[in-house]
């Protein structure tokens, strides 16, 4: 059974472009969430998705935003990009909210 | 807000050693805790996922206690191997959000 893939595995932008990540959940798993990873801050919840529906969603700017497609696959969306934004950006997959996540291997972004 | 701390922040030890690694949690209404591994650079591997109404969970050399009331899980890890070196991280899940401690680095030395 393939794990989560996320793509591209790393990206360098510069500050002000905007950038969409991609992920494809286990086959099967209908709920998608979104963290980042700084060294500063540690590991924050982005977002969550269920069915093309937006669950949850942390603490942060409009700029960050998501959505799910009816094949469960999601995309996360940057604007307006800070250096600030550099981070690991991982995704994870459960078949359900509260059962087990499990996690690609990240997209790494750099903000120049 | 929950607040996950992990405690110790980074541990050595010699292998065969066995490694205990501290999670506390200040929200106790928690549908389930899962702990993670990360090696560096790299993504997250779940390693065991207890649910709130479970005490205790085995997977292997790994087993995880639970005592929601307290906030409070360990992971314990027995005979340790140096490819047990990574960071584990604790992560309650509260509405479909995991709130994650900053971790414990762990070194395994031959």
């Known amino acids: 059974k393939a794990g989560v893939t996320q793509t591209p595995r790393y990206l360098i932008k510069t500050r002000g472009q905007q950038v969409t990540l991609s992920c494809s959940p286990i086959?099967?798993?209908?709920?998608v969430s979104w963290y980042q990873q700084t060294p500063g801050q540690g590991l924050q919840f982005l977002f969550e998705?269920?069915?093309?529906?937006?669950?949850n969603k942390g603490n942060f700017p409009g700029r960050f935003s998501g959505r799910q497609f009816s094949n469960s696959r999601s995309e996360m969306n940057v604007s307006t990009l800070e250096l600030g934004d550099s981070a690991l950006y991982l995704c994870?997959?459960?078949?359900?909210?509260?059962?087990?996540?499990?996690f690609g291997q990240g997209t790494r972004l750099t903000v120049v | 807000k929950q607040e996950v701390t992990q405690i110790p922040a980074a541990l050595s030890v010699p292998e065969g050693e066995n490694l205990v690694l501290n999670c506390s949690f200040t929200?106790?209404?928690?549908?389930?805790l899962q702990w993670f591994r990360q090696d560096p650079g790299k993504g997250l591997t779940s390693l065991l996922l207890?649910?709130?109404?479970?005490r205790e969970q085995t997977s292997g050399r790994l087993n995880a206690s639970l005592d929601k009331s307290s906030g409070r899980s360990t992971l314990y890890i027995a005979a340790s191997q140096p490819g047990d070196s990574a960071t584990y991280l604790c992560?309650?899940?509260?509405?479909?959000?995991?709130?994650f401690g900053a971790g414990t680095q762990v070194v395994v030395t031959p």
């Open positions: 929200d106790s209404a928690i549908y389930n």
């Open positions: 998705y269920f069915s093309e529906t937006q669950r």
């Open positions: 992560a309650p899940d509260s509405w479909g959000k995991l709130q």
């Open positions: 086959s099967g798993h209908r709920s």
């Open positions: 994870a997959s459960s078949p359900d909210r509260n059962t087990e996540a499990f």
């Open positions: 207890i649910q709130s109404s479970q």
